[in-house]
């Protein structure tokens, strides 16, 4: 025998998708959660910056004058620092404390 439903009317089927919603939707974020963040090894100098968080001509400046570490040349104008040499920096002190410890030119290393 066949019944039909009402549009409307409160069956299983149709309490179904509120009921599963909320739970698939706190696995997923779960899930996203707890996976690794991707980081690139290579950072630009305004990714550096923003890491750091010094603004982006005061970190070129530290670059320049051998207070941060030192950046790789891609291009002509893509400049590439670590990111493993950024933190090891910023561990030890970052530019401004180490340069007082240093003498003037010394690399953070």
Do not use: W
């Amino acid at each position: 025998m066949r019944t039909e439903h009402i549009a409307g009317e409160k069956t299983p089927t149709a309490a179904l998708p509120r009921e599963c919603a909320p739970k698939t939707v706190d696995a997923l974020l779960a899930d996203i959660r707890h996976r690794a963040i991707v980081q690139p090894e290579a950072l630009s100098l305004q990714d550096s910056a923003a890491c750091t968080g010094h603004s982006e001509q005061q970190f070129s400046e530290f670059v320049k004058r051998g207070l941060a570490p030192k950046s790789v040349l891609f291009g002509r104008n893509a400049q590439r620092l670590k990111r493993s040499e950024i933190d090891a920096c910023y561990e030890a002190g970052g530019p401004s404390a180490y340069a007082s410890k240093c003498d003037p030119g010394a690399v953070c290393r």
